[in-house]
């Protein structure tokens, strides 16, 4: 029996189905820009890269190393922080969809972790 097969949206077909995060992160991407009313090009400008690279990216087709993903979230007006917090939270929601997420500190009658101090501070989720 061979590993699991990944398709072309980057999940896996046999065992649990985890998208891959290059996956996630071009689907934010594209709709951040989507809701931006951007087009590829107009990105693509902005951020010096190529229009097939940038679609590829969205696509979830190729990984972008930080110094790219910088880029296209400078041209898209966000945080870099912000883009892999949107990722965090969908990766939260398809979790929740399919198992359920634990928060880290929470679990095994461990005390509850601290609040946030300020709004946009990170908190870390564990999906099982």
């Known amino acids: 029996m061979g590993g699991p097969v990944i398709t072309s949206r980057g999940v896996r077909e046999r065992g649990s189905r985890r998208p891959l995060?290059?996956?996630?992160?071009?689907?934010r991407l594209r709709r951040t820009r989507k809701e931006q009313g951007r087009t590829l090009s107009d990105v693509s400008l902005a951020a010096q890269v190529s229009v097939p690279y940038l679609s590829e990216v969205e696509?979830?087709?190729k990984e972008a190393s930080s110094e790219?993903?910088?880029?296209?979230?400078?041209?898209?007006?966000?945080?870099?922080?912000?883009?892999l917090a949107g990722v965090a939270d969908d990766l939260a929601g398809e979790r929740a969809r399919g198992g359920v997420v634990i928060r880290l500190g929470s679990?095994?009658?461990?005390r509850a972790p601290s609040p946030l101090r300020a709004p946009g501070d990170a908190q870390c989720l564990l999906a099982a």
Do not use: K, P
């Open 59 to 61: 696509r979830g087709r």
């Open 68 to 83: 790219i993903l910088a880029a296209i979230c400078d041209a898209l007006w966000i945080d870099l922080s912000d883009l």
């Open 21 to 27: 995060l290059r996956t996630m992160i071009g689907e």
């Open 107 to 110: 679990a095994g009658g461990a």
